[in-house]
């Protein structure tokens, strides 16, 4: 090769790595992994040219927390484009089960001990386990609720090293709790569902036949039964809900799915005392939704709770309430209108307060 040629070789732009004409030396830089610039023809994309975000896969337990995509609801806030979320959502929703259903039985069995044992083991240990799950002794109020109390941790743990996403995420699309309007919705959901109970044509006559120690039952119930509410709300209308919006993308199948596996999950019942379960699950996350948040659906748990143990321990019945299997329709039908009213009214107040019930459209 003459001279002549070799020099100009090496100032051809195919030999130097100078950019094409058009393309500036930015734009041949390999974009960041993970950035929001980088893209290419994804699965969704192929066949219609179309470019799409370039998500590279996370390792499961080792990925970092990460933000949910801009403008969705509730239900789909662990929804990620990213490969590898359904296994995530599977994966996750199978930890949970199991966290649960492990976490909750060693504490009930914990507590059902140190309370048979302080009772001096009169009778069986089954006897003494028996008695604390059925509310036969005031220590059994304690226990179970914050036994059942204890999915909150397990979801939230999951959530994070699972699915990427921070606490915060689980509670709102803010992301966090809001306290005021939780506070609001408490007042809403006692005073609407009180107030429809002792106006219901169908509602039992009330009866004053309270035991000696009804004042300690009353703070127990008051203090830990809220608690019991938020860790259901943080497990079916929380974790569950996410976690099958993420896994089919659709927020209205999470929102039966979570609502029928809620009423499933109180064990055995009638037709009608389930479809007074079920019915509930489904406007507790239809306010999820429309609100944007536990909050509403936690209150609405807790005032619902905390208000039938209360007339329980008004009329001496707390053991035989704790352990109801059977409803009939009238008072599922006007248990149901409660219910609705009440999800009317704190929606109502989420849009006083002008809540976001969508993500932000910039990560917060």
């Known amino acids: 090769m003459s001279q002549k040629k070799r020099k100009q070789a090496r100032t051809s732009p195919k030999a130097s790595g100078s950019p094409r004409p058009g393309t500036s030396q930015g734009a041949r830089q390999a974009p960041r992994s993970g950035s929001a610039s980088a893209s290419r023809v994804g699965s969704a994309g192929r066949g219609s040219g179309r470019l799409q975000p370039d ?124 306290w005021g309007f939780l506070a609001c919705a408490v007042v809403v959901g006692l005073v609407v569902l009180n107030g429809i109970y002792l106006l219901a044509p169908a509602r039992a006559a009330l009866h004053w036949n309270p035991p000696s120690n009804a004042w300690l039952l009353m703070v127990l119930v008051v203090v830990t039964s809220p608690l019991q509410a938020a860790g259901e709300e943080f497990l079916f209308r929380g974790y569950l809900q996410q976690a099958l919006g993420a896994l089919t993308g659709r927020s209205w199948v999470a929102l039966i799915v979570s609502a029928l596996v809620f009423a499933a999950m109180h064990g055995s019942q009638n037709l009608p005392l389930f479809i007074d379960r079920f019915g509930f699950g489904l406007i507790a996350g239809g306010m999820v939704l429309a609100t944007g948040g536990l909050e509403a659906s936690i209150a609405a748990h807790a005032a619902n709770n905390v208000s039938s143990f209360g007339y ?53």
Do not use: K
């Not at 008072?331 to 969508?358: D, E, I, P």
């Open 55 to 178: 998500y590279p896969y996370q390792p499961m337990f080792t990925m970092p927390a990460s933000e949910p995509m801009p403008g969705v609801d509730y239900a789909l806030v662990m929804r990620s484009p990213a490969p590898g979320g359904a296994m995530r959502a599977i994966t996750g929703l199978a930890l949970v089960a199991a966290g649960y259903l492990l976490i909750t039985q060693i504490l009930l069995y914990l507590g059902a001990w140190l309370s048979w044992l302080a009772r001096g083991q009169h009778g069986s240990m089954q006897d003494g386990y028996a008695a604390v799950a059925g509310y036969q002794v005031p220590e059994g109020i304690v226990i179970v609720n914050l036994a059942l109390a204890a999915a909150i941790i397990v979801v939230l743990v999951i959530a994070r090293w699972c699915n990427g996403r921070q606490p915060g995420w689980l509670v709102s699309v803010r992301p966090g709790m809001r």
């Open 312 to 364: 329980a321990i008004a009329g001496g019945t707390l053991a035989r309430t704790r352990q109801i299997s059977a409803s009939n329709w009238a008072t599922t039908g006007s248990n149901v209108v409660g219910y609705l009213v009440t999800g009317v009214a704190m929606v109502a107040v989420a849009r006083l307060l002008r809540l976001r019930r969508v993500t932000p459209d910039t990560p917060s």
